[in-house]
């Protein structure tokens, strides 16, 4: 089975201050591992995604996330917040099936405080 | 433009008054899915389809039907609808399976009274 759980439905966070989303994982093979990002009233973009060809993945606007296989996580971090990273943020899953099946979290709203 | 695109954007419909959701891609992408979005809920996997006549159910496909006919096109049917069918429903395209990137579409605000 695949499942995703977002840690936190909401994050508060002062421009300038770190962002960190945390998001677990549940797979039974090899995921693949994606961050989408929905601003208000907009549709959905891709951040970032696992490709298993490094631990690490960096994304666009400065997000980068970790892809720790002993922790079964994929935390979405970026150094410094700016306003612009207001939104809600979705972590997402594949393995199923060859890849067939989708599977996203819940979502997690980032607050940016000025 | 590399675009998939959704018709009608919003819809409002009474129960029972059959509705089909258009979807259609021009980046000759073999995978495609529909969602639906719920406050609290995320998106959750209604349908998707591996290529040409070929679909399989997500993980909420009660009172949906889809087909896949062309390569381009992946309609959402609902047959009879009711109130809590209403959602935002997207659109995705793929270029092979759910291990790529996803390009979405722009949505479907769908009220069912």
């Known amino acids: 089975a695949q499942s995703v759980t977002q840690l936190d439905s909401h994050v508060s966070v002062s421009e300038g201050t770190p962002v960190l989303l945390r998001c677990n994982y549940s797979?039974?093979?090899?995921?693949?591992l994606f961050w989408y990002v929905q601003h208000p009233n907009k549709g959905l973009q891709l951040l970032l995604k696992?490709?298993?060809?490094?631990?690490l993945v960096k994304g666009i606007n400065g997000f980068e996330a970790e892809f720790k296989k002993s922790e079964t996580s994929f935390h979405l971090t970026k150094p410094s917040a700016h306003m612009s990273d207001a939104a809600e943020y979705f972590c997402?899953?594949?393995?199923?099936?060859?890849?067939?099946?989708?599977?996203f979290g819940t979502g997690t709203k980032l607050q940016v405080i000025p | 433009e590399a675009q998939v695109t959704q018709n009608p954007r919003y819809l409002i419909t009474v129960t029972g008054k059959k509705l089909t959701v258009t979807c259609s891609q021009n980046?000759?992408?073999?995978?495609m899915s529909w969602y639906r979005q719920d406050p609290g809920l995320g998106l959750r996997q209604i349908y998707y389809?591996?290529?040409?006549?070929?679909?399989d159910k997500g993980d909420v496909p009660e009172g949906y039907k889809v087909s896949r006919k062309e390569k381009r096109n992946f309609p959402l049917i609902l047959e009879s609808p009711s109130p809590n069918q209403t959602s935002l429903y997207f659109c995705?395209?793929?270029?092979?399976?759910?291990?790529?990137?996803?390009?979405f579409g722009p949505g479907t605000r769908l009220t069912v009274t």
């Open positions: 995705a395209s793929s270029l092979k399976d759910g291990s790529y990137e996803q390009y």
């Open positions: 797979s039974s093979y090899s995921p693949s």
């Open positions: 696992y490709t298993s060809a490094a631990t």
């Open positions: 997402v899953v594949s393995d199923l099936g060859g890849y067939q099946k989708v599977t």
């Open positions: 980046m000759n992408h073999e995978y």
């Open positions: 389809s591996m290529n040409v006549e070929v679909t």
